[in-house]
């Protein structure tokens, strides 16, 4: 019995010990007390009467003093903190100067902090990641490279910007967006050759960016010269980019004459003889001289909602109005913008938004200007060719040559391949032409009603080829599964289900230059078109009806005079010859998902 209580006494002391040492340090005293209280008096109770306590007490006593001298020398601590550091330092007591000590050769092992332990794991995953080969990331535009901060509104000066990498975003007519990382040095005529590249679309130079703000309901088309990276750092938090077609971004340079009538320059009313449109311009890019462009404008009061109809002038120095009819007195002018901290915008909810009398307004908007409606100036134009020629003029006034310079680079850019877009197919306007191949060589058809009969021949010839297939077999083109009825879907200039409002809303934005079309099924008759078509900065709509013949079914768009097989061959034949329409149909409305 005594030996069995001894053995059970030396395994709870041998436990005791072992628990002490992993987590805190007592003195001998504590030990003691503990275990006479805690192991001692539960095996008492285990003994017969006849044993000797004072002799089991002693030997107790000396076998714990052997097993607390091995432990080492006495420290004084007190437990880790949450965080992995002590509350005080350790203070271990000097070892021993005897070199026959037992004891010289121990070290007592001291806490490992946390912290310590997670950087030889950051280490040792390092040396295990610099021997494995670099993966690329397959989907870069998920994340923000650490040399690519994201630009955010305000991010950066006003002035020019910085070097590196930035991240921007691009929105397609479709709501849908494309992060791109550009340099802080691209311009805007830069990535649109990029986004021309990444999106597989045919590079005609048309392309543009566009600054967008759906709250103010204003928006303008950026300069090719720009800097991106410079103009998202002054755009609110609310301004977006789009990418978009802009046929009449250098039209001006092409047909001066429909851009500034007579009337609204001041030097052609002081001139009183014809002025050549190479003159015109002449005088607009030069420094020395100085047109000025004079009318009528609806104007919005600050801090009202009423607009007020005055007498404007547009000068280099800036935009001035009257304050006594149509007096040039410079005690009866009042400046009203600037033209060199300041952008022109189209405003695209005139009516709705801003209560304008018509809907041709713009705005001039300053650069430093965060939104605030006091500091807009809004304008209204009584028709689309005043408000063009206001909006353009600003821009010559603003840019002057650089203008020019733009306009021509992509004429020099033909003989060089460009950087960003891949060399593809370019049809020239002037290649549109009716050709004759009957004879041993072809020749141009210069006689338009020879070339109406030509096209009829070639009518004849493709009804003729479809009586053909027909007979072997296949569908008729009025059948809903035919070839002839479903092949215009793919087409850029076929636009789908969409309302006369919308297509009038997509000739505006893309430029309202003559020839500038697309087709659309007719809301009235399901089983029609409608060919929206922009003439004369104004859009007409022709109706574009099936018609049978013979058993066949074909699309004519003048009452059954000139049929056609499918759409594809009606948009071909009136992009080479005029016929009923008021112009042939030169640049279609394009959109494109990025």
């Known amino acids: 019995m005594r030996t069995g209580s001894l053995w059970c006494l030396s395994i709870c002391c041998s436990s005791f010990h072992y628990t002490s040492s992993s987590c805190c340090y007592f003195t001998g005293a ?9 192991f001692v008096l539960p095996y008492l109770c285990l003994l017969e009467d006849d044993v000797d306590l004072e002799a089991l007490v002693n030997e107790m006593d000396s076998s714990l003093e052997s097993l607390y001298s091995c432990s080492g020398p006495q420290t004084e601590s007190t437990p880790l903190l949450h965080n992995g550091q002590t509350s005080t330092h350790i203070s271990p007591e000097p070892p021993s100067s005897s070199s026959d000590s037992p004891q010289t050769g121990l070290r007592r092992s ?55 990498k930035y991240i921007v975003k691009i929105f397609s007519e479709d709501g849908m967006g494309k992060v791109v990382e550009i340099p802080a040095n691209m311009t805007a005529r830069d990535l649109c050759q990029l986004l021309v590249y990444k999106s597989h679309c045919v590079d005609d130079n048309s392309w543009a960016l566009v600054e967008h703000h759906p709250l103010l309901g204003l928006e303008r088309c950026l300069e090719d010269h720009e800097l991106v990276v410079q103009v998202q750092a002054s755009m609110n938090s609310d301004g977006r980019f789009l990418f978009r077609k802009n046929y009449a971004k250098y039209e001006f340079f092409r047909n001066p004459l429909t851009f500034f009538p007579e009337h609204m320059v001041a030097w052609c009313q002081e001139s009183n003889h014809a002025i050549l449109p190479s003159q015109l311009l002449q005088n607009f890019l030069a420094t020395k001289s100085c047109p000025e462009i004079q009318g009528h404008l609806y104007m919005k009061e600050v801090g009202r909602k009423s607009w007020k109809k005055v007498y404007m002038f547009l000068r280099r120095s800036g935009l001035y109005c009257s304050t006594k009819g149509t007096s040039k007195e410079p005690r009866h002018l009042q400046l009203l913008a600037d ?34 409606m006091k500091e807009l100036r809004m304008l209204c134009a009584e028709d689309e060719q005043s408000r063009s020629c206001w909006m353009t003029a600003f821009r010559i006034f603003k840019y002057g040559i650089v203008l020019y310079q733009n306009y021509k680079i992509p004429q020099q850019r033909k003989t060089l391949l460009s950087h960003f877009s891949a060399p593809v197919r370019s049809v020239s306007e002037n290649s549109l032409v009716a050709m004759d191949f009957s004879g041993r060589i072809g020749r141009v058809i210069d006689n338009p009603v020879e070339a109406q009969s030509a096209a009829m021949e070639e009518g004849h010839a493709w009804r003729k080829r479809t009586q053909r297939m027909n007979i072997l077999g296949s ?75 013979d058993g066949q079914g074909f699309f004519s768009l003048d009452d059954g005079a000139t049929k056609f097989t499918d759409l594809i061959q009606l948009v071909e034949f009136y992009q080479l010859n005029r016929g009923v329409l008021p112009c042939k149909l030169k640049h279609p409305c394009t959109v494109v998902a990025l």
């Not at 901290?341 to 909810?349: A, G, K, L, W």
């Not at 009825?485 to 934005?509: D, K, M, N, P, Y």
């Open 30 to 38: 504590h030990v003691r007390l503990m275990l006479t209280h805690r």
């Open 475 to 549: 569908h008729s083109p009025l059948h809903h599964s035919s070839l002839s009825s479903v092949i215009h879907i793919a087409q850029l200039w076929f636009h789908g289900r969409i309302t006369r409002e919308e297509s009038h809303r997509i000739i505006h934005q893309q430029g309202q230059v003559d020839g500038l079309f697309l087709l659309r099924v007719s809301q009235s008759n399901p089983k029609a078109f409608v060919l929206t078509l922009c003439h004369h900065q104004k859009i007409k709509h022709f109706q574009i009806l099936p018609c049978e013949e």
């Open 110 to 164: 001291q806490p490992m902090h946390i912290n310590a332990v997670r950087r030889l794991q950051e280490q040792e995953q390092q040396l295990r990641t610099s021997s494995l080969p670099a993966i690329p990331n397959p989907f870069p535009e998920l994340c923000s490279p650490a040399s690519s901060p994201v630009l955010s509104p305000g991010s950066l000066p006003p002035g020019e910007p910085s070097s590196g």
């Open 339 to 372: 033209l060199e901290d300041s952008n022109i915008f189209t405003v695209i909810t005139g009516k709705k938004q801003h209560g304008a009398p018509t809907d041709y307004g713009f705005c001039i908007k300053p650069n430093k200007s965060r939104g605030d």
